[in-house]
Antibody, heavy 122, light 109 residues
């Protein structure tokens, strides 16, 4: 079955960097784009970034553009989110999710990981 | 950026019908997807492309989309339906962007 497992969340200080990982299994990794989304404590869902199935295209929400980078490793079936200059409003649970739709990267999220918690604290 | 508006909360008695709305400008021209999120858990897709159900989602959960409003309808509500529900669209007016409504908490009385 499709499985997405996030890791890397921890407590960090403002201004520092952190890399999250999303290990995928149970499907043909190269056939799907993968997203990162987040949820601040007690708040709603926010889309953060997406990487195309071939890794050549990526998009970001404005608030992280220039600070976050999404990448993927085909051999490890893993997607990464490299985060720099972390701010208090970057805190929350980060989910990775598989892209699905009639056209790649224009649809919805059909499978989600369980999430990894990022805490920003000085 | 494109905005989606949901009521913060909806309450319904067991066995009755719950209706959760999602509003947006000319929303009927977009495809709307819905997610259910129970406390402490990851979101779960319950409706895609306005009214399609993934396998495993019961038929009593349905969706529609027209004009400026999309609607998630849950018939014969059960205690297990109590959760937060989010609508979502893909928007390309400012590049690629995936937009969520603020979420609606469904309470089963």
């Amino acid at each position: 079955q499709v499985r997405l497992v996030e890791s890397g969340g921890t407590v960090v200080q403002p201004g520092t960097s952190l890399r999250l990982s999303c290990a995928a299994s149970g499907f043909t990794f190269n056939s799907y784009a993968v997203h990162w989304l987040r949820q601040a404590p007690g708040k709603g869902l926010e889309w953060v970034a997406v990487i195309s199935k071939d890794g050549r295209g990526d998009y970001y929400v404005d608030s992280v553009t220039g600070r976050f980078t999404i990448s993927r490793d085909t051999y490890k079936s893993t997607v990464y989110l490299q985060m720099h200059s972390l701010r208090p409003d970057d805190a929350g649970v980060y989910y990775c999710a598989r892209d699905q739709g009639r056209i790649s990267m224009r649809g919805y999220f059909d499978h989600w990981g369980q999430g990894t918690l990022v805490t920003i604290s000085s | 950026s494109y905005g989606l508006t949901q009521p913060p909360s909806v309450s319904v008695a067991p066995g009755k019908t719950a209706t959760i709305t999602c509003g947006g400008h000319n929303l009927g021209s977009k495809s709307v997807h819905w997610y259910k999120q129970m406390p402490g858990q990851a979101p779960l897709l319950v409706i895609y492309y306005d009214g399609e159900r993934p396998s495993g989602v019961p038929e009593r959960i349905s969706g529609s989309n027209s004009g400026n409003t999309a609607t998630l309808t849950i018939s014969r509500v059960e205690p297990g339906d109590e959760a937060d529900y989010y609508c979502q669209v893909w928007d390309n007016n400012h590049g690629h962007s995936w937009v969520f409504g603020g979420g609606t908490t469904l309470t089963v009385l």
